[in-house]
């Protein structure tokens, strides 16, 4: 694939643009150094070509057009999890070495990093990019749910929980965050002064992949386990309002914002695109 990183005015050298290919396979010791390099005075456009490298990189597509726009390198382990910010302006990437980088992607920069101590497993920024949730914490040990404000970067709420963070996500109107942790427990907090809404598990509890609002007149939270379950839990109520069993392990999922088109990864490599409501 091939990642480009463009500049919005065009510096032209004897009337033509001047593009920098750059390797960007298995760089992620180098390439953010090397991109920092780049003189953009006589630069127009960066490719980075990078042919399904296996190291600790991050590919940024553009879904208009159907074209990679930016690989990010770092020093980072594992990239476990990844979140966009409502205006698309900035991009969250988590790693299990218990750090978090903020890039900016017009132009490409990172912003800050975040150090979380433990494994991160899970971001979401909430609808009105003020907020970033991070949900940590190691295989078979005490994880956390954290807060953090995107105007100046810092912590201002935490959770612990007895097991790992798995998936996260804002309620919107309710102004609730909910967590996936351990095998297949949910927790609900308030945004306004952390209060404790709920916590709960699911029928045929597992590890949760993937949480969730369901657009529509009834708001409900999608949880999806790794065992194929999938369960609707009522805001508004408190209780589970349906669940669906299923044969295959699910692995990811989502739901888009008009509730029509809900994708859904499996443990097989597959994915699959289903029409909810036309």
Do not use: C
Not at 1 to 20: C, D, I, Y
């Amino acid at each position: 694939g091939k990642a480009l990183a463009s500049q919005e005015e065009e510096t032209m050298v004897n009337g033509k643009r001047v593009v920098l290919v750059m390797p960007a396979y298995n760089a992620e010791q180098t390439l953010r150094r090397t991109y920092a390099e780049v003189d953009f005075d006589l630069v127009d456009e960066v490719i980075l070509v990078d042919d399904a490298s296996q190291d600790n990189t991050a590919r940024i597509w553009d879904l208009q057009e159907g074209k990679l726009r930016h690989t990010l390198g770092f020093q980072l382990g594992f990239v476990a999890a990844v979140a966009i910010t409502p205006d698309d302006k900035r991009v969250a990437l988590g790693s299990w070495d218990g750090s978090v980088e903020i890039w900016q992607l017009e132009p490409l920069q990172r912003v800050t990093t975040l150090n979380i101590g433990s494994p991160v497993n899970a971001l979401a920024f909430d609808q009105t990019g003020a907020h970033l949730a991070i949900g940590a914490g190691g295989l078979f040990a005490r994880g956390d749910i954290e807060l953090w404000s995107t105007a100046d970067w810092t912590r201002r709420q935490r959770d612990e929980v007895d097991r790992e963070v798995t998936a996260l996500a804002f309620t919107g109107k309710e102004s609730l965050i909910a967590a996936g942790y351990g095998r297949g427990r949910v927790r609900l907090r308030a945004l306004t002064d952390w209060r404790l809404v709920n916590d709960f598990e699911p029928p045929r509890p597992d590890r949760i992949t993937a949480l969730g609002v369901v657009p529509g007149g009834r708001r409900q939270l999608g949880i999806v386990m790794l065992n194929g379950t999938f369960s609707l839990y009522d805001l508004a109520d408190g209780k589970i309002a349906r669940t669906v069993h299923g044969n295959v392990g699910i692995t990811s999922a989502a739901i888009s914002s008009t509730g029509r088109w809900r994708v859904v990864g499996d443990e097989r490599g597959q994915a699959h695109v289903e029409e909810v409501a036309p």
